[in-house]
């Protein structure tokens, strides 16, 4: 079955490290999505992709980095972690129109 | 003011009752309207959505849209155990190409059914 799977699932990390939480789907999808859901925050965009080599900002990019060289992956990279870096970490994807697949989240706690 | 709002709960009911969940927003751009369950550790699914005004039913779910008032409901009928969820209200003015960066979604409604 097709499926988007994200790792690590839990990292703990100290400030300032660099760090990166991987993304792979096996749909083929070209749109693919990273969210961090905070409590009271709900899901917000971090990053999105519409295909290999395009990568955009989303709503609270700032201290995030992604890159798109294949259609299945979309890393999230953390220049330098912060403390208001964690929270737990979405990976979605979908086809050009239709539902969102979401991964089943990566917990990042910065220390 | 956020553009969507969500009473974050928890609400807890018992097994068999009507659960009624609810979201406001102040976009009056919004057309399509989605609710995603999310289990405990787990991404969110895609329950049901909705496009424009009225009722969309499926099994014990139906979802209700007031756009005059900017009021979207999810009712659950005979509620079970394993609807013990969080439930996130979405939205989106759009459907096609580019528009799922454009989905702002609610903070989500934590739901208890006690057995």
């Known amino acids: 079955d097709a499926e988007i799977t994200q790792s690590p699932r839990h990292k703990i990390t100290e400030t300032g490290r660099q760090v990166t939480l991987a993304c792979h789907q096996t749909?083929?999808?070209?749109?693919m999505f990273w969210y961090r859901q905070d409590l009271g925050h709900g899901l917000r965009l971090i990053h999105y992709?519409?295909?290999?080599?395009?990568?955009n900002k989303g709503e609270v990019s700032d201290g995030y980095s992604v890159s798109r060289s294949n259609t299945e992956d979309l890393p999230l990279t953390l220049e330098s972690a912060a403390s208001s870096q964690t929270s737990v970490y979405f990976c979605a994807s979908r086809e050009d129109t239709g539902e969102l697949f979401f991964g089943e989240g990566s917990r990042l706690t910065v220390l | 003011q956020k553009e969507v709002e969500q009473d974050p709960g928890p609400l807890s009911v018992p097994e068999g009752a009507i659960v009624s969940l609810n979201c406001t927003y102040s976009?009056?751009?919004?057309?399509?309207f989605m609710w995603y369950r999310q289990y405990s550790r787990k991404g969110p699914e895609l329950l049901m959505y909705t496009y424009s005004s009225g009722n969309k039913e499926d099994g014990r779910f139906t979802a209700q849209v007031d756009k005059s008032s900017k009021y979207i409901s999810l009712f659950i009928r005979d509620s079970q155990p394993s609807d013990s969820a969080t439930y996130l209200c979405a939205m989106s003015a759009s459907w096609g190409y580019s528009s799922a960066s454009k989905i702002i979604f609610g903070s989500g409604t934590r739901l208890s059914i006690r057995p």
């Open positions: 749909w083929n999808h070209n749109n």
């Open positions: 992709s519409y295909g290999v080599q395009d990568t």
């Open positions: 976009n009056s751009a919004f057309q399509y």
